[in-house]
Antibody, heavy 124, light 106 residues
Framework: QVQLHESGPGLVKPSGTLSLTCAISGDSITDSFWWTWVRQTPGEGLQWIGEIHRSGTTNYNPSLRSRVTFSLDTSKSHFSLKLTSVTAADTAIYYC?????????????????WGQGILVTVSS | DIQMTQSPSSLSASIGDRVTITCRASQEIVNYLAWFQQKPGNAPRSLIYAATSKQSGVPSRFRGSKSGAEYTLTITSLQPEDFATYYCQQYKSHPFTFGPGTKVDI
């Protein structure tokens, strides 16, 4: 069973860059899955940030596209998020997740696994 | 973006009750609908995908259904561990979007 674990600084200064990594264990990075970032704030609820596929294809939330970059290191089994020019509004719990299905596509391709989440606070 | 709405926003229930939560999308999502459960301090847990299919390990009392444009999560007999917030999410069209959540408490 896949396990996901987020890591990175818990505090980032305003205008700085938020960088997080999600370690994947218990499974390999295959074409069946998209590797996803979601964040959660008390005011905005759950927000889908985007996803990256093994092929390198990415899908970003348009509201964050100008500031966000994903990368995927298949040899090290992890994927990463960089969010630039952060403000207090980016303070949130950030989750990594896996979306997909080993045996079917289409509407089977929902999030099936989540990391435990990491709180990132933007403050000076 | 596809807007997701949920009703009710919260409900109070007792052990053994049948609980129903509804989710609607602002556009057609053709069953690309998932349900998640989240307990305080924990990450979400995936319950349902493709509107009606259960993720591995999800108890049989959780049931997803669709009627017209309305998607429903039903807990047939509420258990103590089911008190949580439930979210729906559409994954038909980018950006994928979540509902605002339904809090189920005692």
């Amino acid at each position: 069973q896949v396990q996901l674990h987020e890591s990175g600084p818990g505090l980032v200064k305003p205008s700085g860059t938020l960088s997080l990594t999600c370690a994947i264990s218990g499974d390999s990075i295959t074409d069946s899955f998209w590797w996803t970032w979601v964040r959660q704030t008390p005011g905005e609820g759950l927000q889908w940030i985007g996803e990256i596929h093994r092929s390198g294809t990415t899908n970003y939330n348009p509201s964050l596209r100008s500031r966000v970059t994903f990368s995927l290191d298949t040899s090290k089994s992890h994927f990463s998020l960089k969010l630039t020019s952060v403000t207090a509004a980016d303070t949130a719990i950030y989750y990594c997740a896996r979306r997909g299905h080993a045996h079917c596509g289409g509407d089977c391709m929902s999030i099936d696994s989540w990391g435990q989440g990491i709180l990132v606070t933007v403050s000076s | 973006d596809i807007q997701m709405t949920q009703s009710p926003s919260s409900l109070s229930a007792s052990i053994g009750d049948r609980v129903t939560i509804t989710c609607r999308a602002s556009q057609e999502i053709v069953n690309y609908l998932a349900w998640f459960q989240q307990k305080p301090g924990n990450a979400p847990r995936s319950l349902i995908y493709a509107a009606t299919s259960k993720q591995s390990g999800v108890p049989s009392r959780f049931r997803g259904s669709k009627s017209g444009a309305e998607y429903t999560l039903t807990i047939t007999s509420l258990q103590p561990e089911d008190f949580a917030t439930y979210y729906c999410q559409q994954y038909k069209s980018h950006p994928f979007t979540f509902g605002p959540g339904t809090k189920v408490d005692i």
